[in-house]
């Protein structure tokens, strides 16, 4: 997967999705490490939902992998957990938030 690839997925999934169960709001950045990576800014405040590809100093969650890491936890060939414990991801802030939002994607 391209950095391209991983928005348009993230896009997709995002905006098809019901974050209301989480009971908060939420700003999470994802950085896609590889060659043209970039930033990946989802947002919901208030019912509001927001993805772009621009990076905040402000989130809850901010995450950092590369593409083909992100590949695997979305085709359910990686538990994000364990990319997280063996430094696949490397991440910082609301954890369990961020188990909420991945947990709402399926």
Do not use: H, R, W
Request: charged residues 15%; proline residues 3%; hydrophobic residues 40%.
């Amino acid at each position: 997967m391209t950095y391209n690839e991983c928005y348009l997925y993230l896009e997709k999934m995002f905006i098809s999705t019901d974050f209301s169960s989480i009971g908060k709001d939420f700003t999470s950045l994802i950085y896609i490490t590889d060659p043209g990576g970039g930033y990946i800014n989802m947002s919901y405040i208030g019912g509001q939902k927001s993805i772009s590809p621009v990076k905040t100093d402000s989130c809850n969650i901010f995450m950092k992998m590369s593409a083909d890491v992100f590949s695997q936890m979305v085709s359910g060939n990686l538990d994000p957990l364990k990319a997280f414990t063996t430094g696949k991801i490397q991440a910082k802030g609301n954890i369990l938030l961020a188990m909420a939002i991945y947990n709402s994607f399926k």
